[in-house]
């Protein structure tokens, strides 16, 4: 059982250049979850989704973009990255249904240059 | 939205000492968490605790949801409890986490 799985763990960008993190769940999660965390900082909630198909944005969704087609994947896409998106970004997942906790994956940092 | 206070922001032990780490919101939740946050970034979940008592080994917490507010203890700390510690609540039924600022926790040897 591997939990929630972050890809690339590192990644170095230009300005201007976009990609996809990956975060994939096998616990048959219907809620997952994108943070950033900024040096020093606690973890602010990007986009999230309560099942596929529905997604829906957090505090600090500017620059990001997500989709939810599958129960078990919930990509984040960043597009023209910014020095100001130079940060660790965890994906979470949780069941959704009470008493149950959330789940980080290891993390991904990104540095734009 | 709601706010959550961790406090001390920073504590610095020596092995063996004990410590309470407090978390205030400011609202009613319907979860609670700590976690740890490693020095390699890794976040460990160290309690589900939206009311009530736990114990896991040297470390317990308290969350009294009436009064809003959840405390972490750490007895007989070693250098291996150093890094930073969250508490994360949620309120609504997405369960979003919000997130303290964290206590940066160093233990001496």
């Known amino acids: 059982n591997a939990g929630v799985t972050q890809t690339p763990k590192f990644r170095i960008l230009k300005i201007g250049q976009s990609m996809t993190l990956q975060c994939t769940q096998d616990?048959?999660?219907?809620?997952m979850y994108w943070y950033r965390q900024d040096p020093g900082m606690g973890l602010k909630l990007i986009y999230y989704?309560?099942?596929?198909?529905?997604?829906d944005k957090g505090e600090v969704p500017n620059g990001y973009n997500v989709s939810r087609s599958t129960t078990e994947d919930f990509p984040l896409r960043l597009e023209l990255a910014a020095p100001s998106q130079t940060s660790v970004y965890f994906c979470?997942?949780?069941?959704?249904?009470?008493?149950?906790?959330?789940?980080f994956g290891q993390g991904t940092r990104l540095t734009v240059v | 939205g709601i706010q959550v206070e961790q406090s001390p922001p920073d504590l610095i032990l020596q092995e063996g000492a004990n410590s309470t780490l407090r978390c205030n919101f400011s609202?009613?939740?319907?979860?609670l968490q700590w976690f740890h946050q490693n020095p390699w970034g890794q976040l460990i979940n160290l309690f589900y605790?939206?009311?009530g008592t736990k114990q896991n080994g040297r470390l317990s917490a308290t969350t009294v949801a009436t009064e809003r507010y959840s405390l972490l203890y750490i007895s007989s700390s070693q250098t291996t409890d150093s890094g930073v510690y969250f508490c994360?609540?949620?309120?609504?039924?997405?369960?979003?986490?919000?997130f303290g600022s964290g206590t940066r926790l160093l233990v001496r040897p």
């Open positions: 609202d009613s939740v319907n979860n």
């Open positions: 605790i939206p009311s």
């Open positions: 994360a609540v949620a309120m609504d039924s997405s369960y979003k986490l919000i």
């Open positions: 989704s309560v099942g596929a198909g529905i997604t």
């Open positions: 616990m048959n999660h219907n809620y």
């Open positions: 979470a997942s949780t069941s959704g249904t009470p008493s149950t906790e959330a789940f």
